[in-house]
């Protein structure tokens, strides 16, 4: 039996946030943390009405236990890193996300059909708003957030990629608005599957047109490399899984499991090369070549444990707390000194540093399992799905620090965005036995 919420406001509670979410977090990145417990809350509450406890939404499986030995990791390695309250508020908020998505998803199947309905047409309303914020943005240097700070009543002398002369904001860099990227990449295809499986929508293959370039195009334009390369991979493993969706979420899995395996080699061989010092490449991809190759070294240094979470930015030279200039030096020809920098930009590879080779293995393990349970999303869904995670894989694989809080919650709202998307294929395909609750051997 699914839930509908009481009274014609709780009608519209879900709804609105899955509106809400995209838009504000396209806009805002760092707003992430707000939603999960929020979206939770509602659907938690719709659960309780049928009388589900946070135990019966909490199905067990192989890829929760999985994120669950993960994380109580974390707490282990906490007691080692540099910097022990940090990684202890980083490893509650990965436990907290794990528990509230994996029960979260599983109340997004005991809703009614029409407010799944309305939940996915307004996910897909949020976030085309939050595309169109962005592209502004992009197409006129930062003009809203030029205006918004500069009727602020104060601002700070010297800002990262800001200039402000005279206590007046004048230019933005356009790098500033790589994370409002990265959010778009996240939106794009459970928004698609949300067109594509949603009966009653006129002219469907034009709304699902124009939706991919209201957010490929300011993701294209803007200066976020990762989440550019995240839209032409994702589209290769979307085409791909289409004809063969079990072969496809196989291949990812193991793809996931090799980022792990590979990474080490993978970057000593590139920095042999010396594509650090290929001038064609952008700066931005040399550096990433010494930092890879530094931070690969400094792995071996303790290799099965690692140094504790998040303790790069306390061994990096100019940790946040440390004013003074570093002594590093760097070498002729280099574009950047040889150092850890303040996170490895690669998720494989901070987590070998950060969490050993244990570490890795844990979250090679969850991360497979995770790919692996599409098989229990309608056939539909399915290449959507594996299409989202090659664009989190990609985008980690090049980019954000893995425990930057922002970027942990918007990876935990994928699930929610994709149960949300496939739940609404229930309306044009009966789900499956096991869609409705998962075994645990998946």
Same mark, same amino acid.
């Given at each position: 039996?699914?839930?509908?919420?009481?009274?014609?406001?709780?009608?519209?509670?879900?709804?609105?946030? $899955?509106?809400?979410?995209?838009?504000?977090?396209?806009?805002?990145?760092?707003?992430?943390?707000?939603?999960?417990?929020?979206?939770?809350?509602?659907?938690?509450?719709?659960?309780?009405?049928?009388?589900?406890?946070?135990?019966?939404?909490?199905?067990?499986?192989?890829?929760?236990?999985?994120?669950?030995?993960?994380?109580?990791?974390? $707490?282990?390695?906490?007691?080692?890193?540099? !910097?022990?309250?940090?990684?202890?508020?980083?490893?509650?908020?990965?436990?907290?996300?794990?528990?509230?998505?994996?029960?979260?998803?599983?109340?997004?199947?005991? +809703?009614?059909?029409?407010?799944?309905?309305?939940?996915?047409?307004?996910?897909?309303?949020?976030?085309?708003?939050?595309?169109?914020?962005?592209?502004?943005? #992009?197409?006129?240097?930062? &003009?809203?957030? /030029?205006?918004?700070?500069?009727?602020?009543?104060?601002?700070?002398?010297?800002?990262?990629?800001?200039?402000?002369?005279?206590?007046?904001?004048?230019?933005?860099?356009?790098?500033?608005?790589?994370?409002?990227?990265?959010?778009?990449?996240?939106?794009?295809?459970?928004?698609?599957?949300?067109?594509? %499986?949603?009966?009653?929508? /006129?002219?469907?293959?034009?709304?699902?047109?124009?939706?991919?370039?209201?957010?490929?195009?300011?993701?294209?334009?803007?200066?976020? !490399?990762?989440?550019?390369?995240?839209?032409?991979?994702?589209?290769?493993?979307?085409?791909?899984?289409?004809?063969?969706?079990?072969?496809?979420?196989?291949?990812?899995?193991?793809? =996931?499991?090799?980022?792990?395996?590979?990474?080490?080699?993978?970057?000593?061989?590139?920095?042999?090369?010396?594509?650090?010092?290929?001038?064609?490449?952008? !700066?931005?991809?040399?550096?990433?070549?010494?930092?890879?190759?530094?931070?690969?070294?400094?792995?071996?240094? /303790?290799?099965?444990?690692?140094?504790?979470?998040?303790?790069?930015?306390?061994?990096?030279? !100019?940790?946040?707390?440390?004013?003074?200039?570093?002594?590093?030096?760097?070498?002729?020809?280099? +574009?950047?000194? /040889?150092?850890?920098?303040?996170?490895?930009?690669?998720?494989?590879?901070?987590?070998?540093?950060?969490?050993? %080779? #244990?570490?890795?293995?844990?979250?090679?393990?969850?991360?497979?399992?995770?790919?692996?349970?599409?098989?229990?999303?309608?056939?539909?869904?399915?290449? $959507?799905?594996?299409?989202?995670?090659?664009?989190?894989?990609?985008?980690?694989?090049?980019?954000?620090?893995?425990?930057?809080? =922002?970027?942990?919650?918007?990876? &935990?709202?994928?699930?929610?965005?994709?149960?949300?998307?496939?739940?609404?294929?229930?309306?044009?395909?009966?789900?499956?036995?096991? =869609?409705?609750?998962?075994?645990?051997?998946?």
């Amino acid at each position: 039996m699914a839930v509908r919420f009481g009274g014609d406001g709780g009608r519209w509670l879900l709804p609105a946030l $899955f509106f809400l979410t995209p838009l504000i977090t396209s806009v805002l990145p760092r707003t992430t943390p707000l939603f999960i417990p929020l979206i939770f809350l509602t659907l938690y509450i719709g659960a309780r009405r049928r009388e589900l406890g946070l135990r019966d939404l909490l199905l067990p499986s192989a890829a929760l236990v999985a994120c669950l030995l993960f994380s109580f990791y974390i $707490f282990i390695n906490a007691s080692w890193a540099l !910097d022990q309250n940090m990684a202890l508020g980083k490893a509650s908020l990965l436990l907290s996300s794990i528990v509230l998505v994996f029960a979260g998803t599983t109340a997004i199947t005991t +809703v009614e059909e029409r407010q799944i309905r309305r939940a996915a047409l307004a996910f897909v309303a949020g976030a085309a708003i939050g595309a169109l914020y962005l592209f502004l943005e #992009l197409l006129t240097d930062g &003009a809203i957030a /030029r205006a918004v700070m500069n009727s602020m009543l104060a601002l700070p002398e010297k800002a990262k990629r800001i200039a402000i002369v005279k206590g007046e904001v004048t230019d933005i860099s356009l790098s500033e608005f790589n994370q409002n990227a990265t959010m778009l990449m996240f939106h794009l295809w459970p928004g698609l599957l949300v067109l594509s %499986a949603l009966k009653g929508i /006129r002219r469907r293959p034009l709304m699902i047109a124009l939706f991919f370039l209201a957010l490929a195009v300011p993701i294209l334009i803007s200066e976020h !490399d990762s989440s550019l390369i995240a839209v032409v991979g994702s589209i290769l493993v979307l085409l791909l899984a289409r004809p063969w969706p079990r072969l496809t979420t196989r291949a990812l899995a193991a793809i =996931w499991c090799l980022g792990f395996a590979l990474v080490l080699p993978l970057n000593f061989l590139a920095y042999n090369a010396e594509l650090h010092l290929v001038e064609p490449l952008p !700066d931005s991809y040399k550096a990433r070549v010494i930092i890879w190759e530094y931070t690969s070294e400094r792995v071996l240094e /303790r290799p099965l444990l690692g140094i504790g979470v998040d303790s790069t930015p306390e061994m990096h030279p !100019d940790p946040p707390h440390n004013t003074a200039p570093s002594q590093e030096e760097k070498p002729e020809g280099f +574009v950047f000194k /040889r150092t850890t920098a303040h996170h490895a930009h690669n998720i494989f590879l901070q987590s070998w540093y950060e969490l050993g %080779a #244990l570490g890795a293995i844990l979250l090679a393990a969850a991360g497979a399992l995770i790919v692996l349970r599409m098989d229990l999303l309608p056939l539909q869904a399915q290449p $959507f799905a594996a299409a989202t995670f090659a664009a989190f894989a990609i985008i980690a694989a090049f980019s954000w620090g893995m425990w930057q809080t =922002w970027f942990i919650c918007a990876i &935990a709202l994928l699930p929610l965005y994709v149960a949300i998307a496939s739940a609404a294929v229930r309306e044009t395909a009966p789900p499956s036995p096991e =869609w409705q609750a998962p075994p645990v051997s998946a």
